[in-house]
């Protein structure tokens, strides 16, 4: 049996803000604020993760433990942090972007699914699933040159790359030699993997909160009507993105190391294709080398899926208009 509209609104408006009910300057100038502390304390994943992604064969460093005990051994703590200042630059612009888009689509999917008269989970999953990738589709402009530049240093002086002085030095290279083209390289991976990726960790976050609010009571035919607590909203919204991490990062781990490689390459002149990237990962370590670093990516996309939810639906009860 499907649950009445009535009933979704009663259950679900209770733990939901919707785009027309938030201020939307305050939201995005505490929001920039909200996301940058965020992206402070998990960044030193992402540089562990991309540093097993590109490792040669002839690197010892082949798990996560080893890349940062070699990192605060040769450049100490500030090594974890390498390419930070560049993807901050570019991180509050293309997150308002995704922000914006995934707000605003996921209204009109929900009005599209609306008469197909599917389950509540189902169709939670169907809105958010589109809503994540456009979002993403929107904010690779702003993603991807970011990408590029901030895993070239990442990785500099690592496993033979080049080493440079800083993200403007990265770039002024990456153009001089390739033009601005150079700062899209993978762009089309980058799509294949953030956009299906998007997709699968909002369409899981959004229809296990559905699947978890109706394990608890709530929703469906239940009488319950009392709104619940926020702690318990807190929780809930908690164990989406873990369950929403988890699901992505085992579906798009392949593309993202393949999309990793290609972008960390040096400025030699024959530069590998993808099929060349992929024939070298099968020689090296058969299929489980598309699988490098799924450790870190798995538990960076579940911690910052958690904690990105958890500050985001915060920041939507922070920014939100009184009726």
């Known amino acids: 049996m499907n649950t009445p509209p009535s009933s979704r609104v009663a259950s679900f408006g209770q733990t939901e803000i919707n785009w027309d009910k938030l201020d939307k300057r305050r939201f995005y ?19 562990v993760k991309t540093r097993l992604q590109v490792a040669s064969k002839e690197i010892a460093e082949r798990s996560a433990f080893s890349v940062v005990k070699g990192i605060l051994k040769n450049d100490g703590v500030p090594g974890l942090y390498r390419g930070f ?27 599209l699914v609306a008469p197909l008269e599917l389950s509540e989970p189902t169709q939670a999953a169907i809105a958010n699933g589109i809503a994540g990738m456009t979002a993403s589709l929107f904010s690779q402009a702003v993603f991807v040159p970011i ?6 240093l990442m990785v500099q002086g690592y496993s033979g790359h080049a080493t440079y002085t800083g993200g403007i030095d990265v770039a002024t290279k990456i153009i001089k030699s390739y ?20 997709a699968a960790w909002w369409a899981s976050y959004g229809s296990s909160q559905r699947v978890i609010w109706r394990f608890l009571g ?38 993202d190391t393949i999309k990793t490689r290609l972008q960390v390459m040096g400025h030699q002149e024959n530069r590998p294709s993808a099929k060349q990237v992929v024939k ?18 798995f ?10 939810i958890l500050t985001y639906e915060y920041l939507k009860r922070l920014c939100a208009i009184e009726d």
């Not at 929001?31 to 540089?47: K, N």
């Not at 914006?100 to 009005?111: G, N, R």
């Not at 980058?190 to 299906?196: D, F, I, L």
């Not at 009507?225 to 908690?238: M, R």
């Open 218 to 255: 709530y929703g469906g035919d239940s009488d319950v009507t009392a709104a619940p607590s926020k702690s318990k909203i807190v929780l809930v919204q908690a164990a989406g993105g873990i369950i929403a991490g988890a699901t992505a990062s085992s579906i798009t781990t392949p593309l």
């Open 29 to 47: 100038v505490v929001g920039a604020g909200l996301f940058t502390g965020v992206t402070v304390a998990l960044y030193p994943v992402s540089v």
């Open 147 to 152: 990408d590029v530049v901030s895993q070239k």
């Open 299 to 308: 538990f960076s996309m579940s911690a910052w899926g958690t904690s990105m």
């Open 179 to 198: 033009g601005v083209r150079g700062l899209y390289r993978g762009f089309g991976l980058s799509v294949m993997t953030y956009s299906p990726s998007s």
């Open 280 to 297: 070298k990962l099968l020689a090296e370590d058969g299929w489980k080398g598309f699988y490098r670093g799924l450790g870190p990516r």
């Open 85 to 111: 200042g560049t993807v901050i630059t570019g991180a509050v612009p293309a997150r308002i972007i995704f922000l914006t888009a995934l707000e605003t689509t996921k209204i009109s999917a929900f009005k």
